[in-house]
């Protein structure tokens, strides 16, 4: 089967089991997407005339590498790699999410609020020095792979690789087994955390990174999903994102972390409001107009007095990150992600 | 000012405790979550015993990690309590007097608070690390294949929490977020 990339028209084969070539050319650099659409017709159009076995400018020189300068990563380096994530991933906390919440503790106006900012900064502090997990909810594994497009993985199957990465990862570091085989029926526990959830890109380039998030239920039970109408319009999804967090209360771990996905459509929304929150904790959206939104949807998430915890406060959220990308005539699909505050995810490159 | 407070709870130790409150509770617990609560509640409808007698004691919502070598208990902070709302009166009806997690409970179990004269608390989401030093000793009592949803019996020392729902109807999450609330 052959895909056509919607936003390039680059056509892909779609290999048998692997549905991720749909994410072909979609968020290889984190940063296409909306922010891009004012030249986006013009770059189409541009594409359109090139020859497609010819080398073009727009997108770096070409296809790469030839077949000759393919690079082999074996399947058990990826295993290691996601492994050594696992065993770090919920006790060493992002540098950025420790400031946010340093900021976020001389911000704070109410003493309970403080003391619980105070507790949870001793908490993080600990769980890096006795390399024990801060929060006990160790979380299902997501782990997105972008894959250069001249890597070949050998050696074995890149599921079975990040799984046992995962199995190896949670074992040794005393992280808790939270997934059960089956959603609906028995609810038995697989005790290894696996299998992890796994979003697979390709991207430019030889090399393979590997992000681990360390997804908790709490903050992920709170999230949700809207196909709003084109006339719905910003103060649409400005009310969305507020409601979700006004309803999220104390039950996500304030202070949250807020991923929005806008565009797209109704699987990819929810990926890219995932994908927000692995963008370092404060960090702006590249477009400006995005990134006001941003600011502008923080405040107003602050002041619904929500608080650390929910006892009341005036930091409900440490920050908003927006991924957002084009979408169809008819349809404005947002989505919200929470994040607590513990936030745990790293990155390796191979 | 922090109210240290044991257990087995006493009706007027709950009596005295108000939404807003903050306590360091210590004595013994039970820890137990989705799948425990869902076996608790099947043997209270069978008439069957349970693996503890919930008279005045507290449950805390949650799921540790595995110990370390050494440790007693490994991360242990709570969990979203609304989860266990379906399967609290039945515990309140047997005498149970305090429930310990994070976020909203139903109005269901808010009234029953009332009626049956208990209390919830909330301790601080996501400081796992905090909340298992506190625990003295820790031993799974029932439901060891169910995992990280075992049920757990641990003895706690100065574990603190916060007064959210008290036996009266006050409630700190809306007194408190009225109070910082600016639009």
């Known amino acids: 089967m052959v895909l056509c990339c919607a936003c390039c028209g680059l056509t892909a084969a779609l290999l048998p089991g692997q549905p991720v070539a749909i994410y072909h050319h979609l968020f290889g650099d984190g940063r296409r997407g909306a922010e891009g659409m004012d030249d986006l017709s013009e770059k189409n159009r541009k594409e359109d005339r090139q020859d497609v076995n010819g080398a073009n400018p727009d997108w770096g020189g070409g296809f790469g590498l030839s077949c000759a300068d393919i690079r082999h990563i074996d399947a058990s380096e990826i295993a290691e790699a996601v492994y050594k994530l696992c065993m770090k991933v919920t006790c060493v906390l992002p540098p950025e999410n420790i400031a946010a919440l340093e900021r976020a503790m001389e911000e704070e106006k109410s003493p309970q609020g403080r003391q619980a900012l105070?507790?949870?900064?001793?908490?993080?502090?600990?769980?890096?020095?006795?390399?024990?997990?801060?929060?006990?909810?160790?979380?299902?594994?997501?782990?997105?792979?972008?894959?250069?497009?001249?890597?070949?993985?050998?050696?074995?199957?890149?599921?079975?690789?990040?799984?046992?990465?995962?199995?190896?990862?949670?074992?040794?570091?005393?992280?808790?087994?939270?997934?059960?085989?089956?959603?609906?029926?028995?609810?038995?526990?697989?005790?290894?955390?696996?299998?992890?959830?796994?979003?697979?890109?390709?991207?430019?380039?030889?090399?393979?990174?590997?992000?681990?998030?360390?997804?908790?239920?709490?903050?992920?039970?709170?999230?949700?999903?809207?196909?709003?109408?084109?006339?719905?319009?910003?103060?649409?999804?400005?009310?969305?994102?507020?409601?979700?967090?006004?309803?999220?209360?104390?039950?996500?771990?304030?202070?949250?972390?807020?991923?929005?996905?806008?565009?797209?459509?109704?699987?990819?929304?929810?990926?890219?409001?995932?994908?927000?929150?692995?963008?370092?904790?404060?960090?702006?959206?590249?477009?400006?107009?995005?990134?006001?939104?941003?600011?502008?949807?923080?405040?107003?998430?602050?002041?619904?007095?929500?608080?650390?915890?929910?006892?009341?406060?005036?930091?409900?959220?440490?920050?908003?990150?927006?991924?957002?990308?084009?979408c169809h005539i008819a349809s404005l699909p947002v989505a919200v992600n929470l994040n607590c505050h513990v936030a745990p995810h790293s990155t390796v490159i191979l | 000012m922090t109210i240290k407070i044991e257990t087995p709870l006493s009706d007027s130790v709950v009596s005295s405790l108000r939404a807003g409150d903050e306590v360091s509770v210590s004595g013994v617990m039970y820890i137990a979550r989705d799948a425990a609560h869902k076996r608790l509640v099947s043997l209270i409808e069978s008439g069957e015993a349970l693996p503890f007698d919930p008279r005045g004691q507290i449950i805390y919502y949650a799921g540790p990690t595995p110990p370390k070598p050494g440790q007693v208990i490994g991360s242990v902070g709570p969990t979203t309590s609304g989860r266990m709302d379906p399967y609290t009166i039945p515990l309140l009806e047997l005498g149970l007097k305090g429930m310990i997690g994070k976020g909203y409970r139903s109005a269901a179990v808010r009234k029953g608070l009332i009626e049956h004269r208990a209390v919830y608390f909330a301790a601080i989401g996501g400081a796992g690390v905090l909340a298992g030093q506190c625990m003295k000793s820790a031993k799974p009592i029932a439901y060891e294949e169910l995992g990280p949803e075992a049920l757990w019996r641990v003895e706690a020392e100065d574990f603190p929490a916060f007064v959210v729902y008290d036996a009266y109807g006050g409630d700190l999450y809306e007194e408190g977020t009225s109070k910082y609330r600016v639009c």
């Open chain 1, 118 to 326: 105070a507790r949870i900064l001793e908490n993080h502090r600990l769980a890096g020095e006795l390399m024990q997990p801060a929060c006990q909810d160790t979380g299902i594994a997501v782990v997105f792979i972008e894959l250069g497009q001249d890597v070949h993985v050998c050696g074995g199957d890149l599921n079975q690789a990040i799984d046992e990465g995962v199995r190896r990862g949670y074992s040794e570091a005393y992280l808790r087994k939270s997934v059960v085989h089956d959603p609906l029926f028995g609810r038995v526990n697989t005790k290894d955390n696996t299998p992890a959830i796994v979003h697979l890109q390709m991207v430019p380039g030889c090399s393979l990174k590997i992000t681990v998030v360390a997804k908790g239920g709490g903050a992920e039970n709170m999230s949700g999903l809207a196909m709003l109408t084109p006339a719905s319009g910003v103060e649409g999804v400005r009310n969305f994102v507020v409601d979700q967090v006004r309803k999220a209360g104390p039950n996500a771990c304030p202070p949250v972390i807020v991923g929005v996905g806008v565009g797209g459509n109704f699987e990819t929304v929810a990926f890219l409001a995932k994908k927000a929150l692995i963008r370092p904790v404060g960090e702006r959206n590249p477009n400006p107009k995005y990134a006001a939104l941003e600011e502008e949807l923080l405040r107003e998430i602050n002041g619904l007095g929500i608080g650390p915890q929910g006892f009341g406060g005036s930091v409900t959220a440490l920050a908003v990150h927006i991924e957002a990308y084009p």
